[in-house]
């Protein structure tokens, strides 16, 4: 979404369209992780923060036609330059012609990039519009070193009413991760 090249943009935004239409069937929001791009070569960072905007209100205003969301992931450092703290996407969202765009809160990029997991949901608050349970190392939660429970007190102090999904690796096989999955949603959020 913040590439140089206008029809790139426009071949992004039609893909995520595309996903919002599928996902909207479902009765379910699209999400907008890594297609966001980044600020780099000839692209400033306030300009790839105005075409994701332009993207993020015509998208978002697709997504209210199917009664969704569109999920607005901000990612860690590593993957993106554009938002990785949350008082930047938050200041951002807010700033919106289109209120149908929220924060999807992911605790693995959080973890990477907040120094208190629970004061940035908090500062969040009605923005969160999703949950990815993820532990510090993307695996399920309890194989990591992040401090869940915080997170989800703070969750239930802003009434977040929402899902909660994995977003983890296999690891160390598949049905491990799944069964840590578990246990640890009926541990923090049961």
Same mark, same amino acid.
């Not at 607005?72 to 996407?89: A, G």
């Not at 929220?102 to 949901?121: P, S």
């Given at each position: 979404?913040?590439?140089? *090249?206008?029809?790139?943009? %426009?071949?992004?935004?039609?893909? &995520?369209? @595309? !996903?919002? *239409? ?9 999400? &907008? ?14 300009? #790839? ?21 569109? =999920? ?21 969202? $807010? ?9 999807? @809160? ?5 973890? &990477? ?5 629970? *004061? #940035? !949901? &908090? @500062?969040?608050?009605?923005? !969160?519009? %999703? ?5 510090s190392n ?7 070193h992040t ?5 989800i007190d #703070? =969750? $239930?102090? !802003? ?32």
């Amino acid at each position: 979404m913040a590439h140089p *090249d206008p029809a790139v943009r %426009h071949e992004a935004r039609e893909f &995520i369209r @595309a !996903i919002i *239409d599928f996902a909207g069937g479902f009765g379910a929001p699209a999400i &907008i992780g890594s297609m966001q791009g980044r600020a780099e070569g000839d692209v400033s960072l306030e300009q #790839a923060r105005a075409w994701v905007a332009e993207a993020l209100e015509d998208l978002g205003e697709h997504a209210a036609s199917h009664r969704q969301p569109l =999920l607005f992931e901000f990612l860690n450092r590593y993957e993106t330059n554009l938002f990785n703290r949350w008082n930047q996407p938050r200041k951002f969202l $807010r700033g919106l012609k289109c209120m149908n765009v929220k924060m999807l @809160a992911d605790l693995f990029h959080m973890n &990477i990039e907040e120094a208190d997991l629970a *004061d #940035a !949901i &908090i @500062a969040g608050g009605d923005l !969160i519009g %999703h949950v990815h349970f993820a532990d510090s190392n993307r695996q399920a939660v309890g194989f990591g070193h992040t401090m869940v429970g915080p997170a989800i007190d #703070a =969750l $239930r102090r !802003i009434n977040y009413k929402g899902y909660l999904s994995a977003e983890v690796l296999p690891l160390p096989f598949p049905l491990i991760a799944a069964q840590q999955t578990i246990e640890s949603f009926h541990h923090y959020a049961g």
